[in-house]
């Protein structure tokens, strides 16, 4: 496949943009990844039926990533056409407590909007650099707040550019889960249910929230968040520290000092690295008390 003239044969018939074997470490909060073949970086709804519809048409298999905040790809890169819903998608609607967004608008931006117009509800969402349909699939939360609990709608189309909504009794979601998780979706906007607040008291509580994170998380590192999801009844960071495995590493990728349950990429980490990493955690933390910890980065792509 010539992926050069395939993007630029797409390209042509979008607003947004293609990119023919790019690197997906320059779009993943990692900054590790192989190419992909064909990434596409949708501005419209109609730029996301067009890429499906190419995809339908060279028989290419299709992959879907928001901000690229929660996930590795695996240093082989991915093969077909990657969606990569961030940035563009990212019009807003307000009508008295709801906001109607699309799916590429980013979380932090989406709680300063909030703030200004004086609803409280995204708060916990201002430190997290994911977009709203990444968020939404994985139900990202934190400070004992989770979006789903906001959710009221979700507009998505099928990889064959079938639209299919959801209201929120047709929704389901879990800790990091969501019933519109492995559904071969592309969601395209969400309603949103807030509440009014003073703006001093939502302002109180972001600040309050991200000087905690900067406290307790190494922001200042390339990482993807969480690692393991927590294990019930545990923390795993607080498992990963007490198997004495803070500042463990693997070339690059690191077990974080400031928090055992984030890896850092300390400048050329790999795929490969922060995956046998994982494992070393897994096998370690399984051995010393019993526990199974499972990622909450989602892997996609194949290996180099």
Same mark, same amino acid.
């Given at each position: ?8 044969? &797409?390209?042509? %018939? ?25 990434? =596409? ?44 819903? /961030? ?5 807003? %609607? ?6 109607? /967004? ?10 300063? &909007? ?11 969402? &201002? ?12 139900? #990202?939360? #934190? *400070? ?26 047709? &929704? ?11 559904? +071969? ?7 949103? =249910?807030? +509440? ?6 939502? /302002? ?6 991200? $000087? ?11 990482? #993807?968040?969480?690692? *393991? ?6 923390? #795993? ?23 055992? +349950? *984030? ?5 050329? /980490?790999? $795929?490969?690295?922060?995956? $046998? ?28």
């Amino acid at each position: 496949m010539d992926w050069t003239k395939l993007a630029q044969e &797409l390209g042509q %018939k979008i607003k947004g943009q293609v990119l023919p074997r790019e690197l997906m470490k320059e779009h993943t909060t990692w900054r590790v990844g192989g190419p992909a073949d064909l990434l =596409l970086i949708p501005q419209t709804e109609a730029d996301v039926i067009q890429g499906l519809d190419y995809a339908g048409k060279y028989g290419l298999p299709v992959t879907v990533i928001g901000n690229g905040s929660n996930i590795l790809v695996r240093d082989g890169g991915i093969r077909g056409l990657t969606l990569k819903i /961030a940035g563009g998608l990212a019009a807003y %609607k307000v009508k008295g407590n709801k906001i109607e /967004a699309g799916a590429g608008i980013l979380l932090p931006h989406l709680a300063r &909007l909030a703030f200004r117009l004086e609803l409280s509800g995204l708060e916990f969402a &201002l430190g997290i650099p994911a977009s709203l349909g990444g968020a939404l699939a994985m139900n #990202a939360g #934190a *400070f004992g707040q989770q979006l789903g609990d906001l959710v009221r709608e979700v507009q998505a189309v099928d990889f064959h550019g079938a639209r299919k909504v959801w209201d929120h009794a047709r &929704l389901s979601f879990g800790y990091r889960r969501s019933s519109l998780q492995g559904e +071969n979706l592309i969601i395209l906007k969400a309603v949103l =249910l807030l +509440n009014p607040a003073q703006a001093a008291s939502i /302002a109180e509580r972001m600040e309050h929230n991200l $000087a905690s994170r900067r406290k307790s998380q190494p922001l200042d590192m390339p990482t #993807a968040g969480s690692v *393991f999801r927590n294990p019930p009844g545990h923390y #795993a960071g607080r498992l990963i520290e007490m198997a004495g495995l803070k500042g463990s590493s693997v070339g690059d990728a690191q077990v974080s000092w400031k928090h055992a +349950n *984030f890896i850092v990429n300390r400048g050329h /980490a790999t $795929a490969s690295q922060i995956i $046998a990493l994982m494992e070393i955690i897994q096998e370690r933390v399984k051995n010393k008390f019993g526990v199974s910890l499972k990622p909450e980065v989602r892997l996609v792509g194949e290996e180099g």
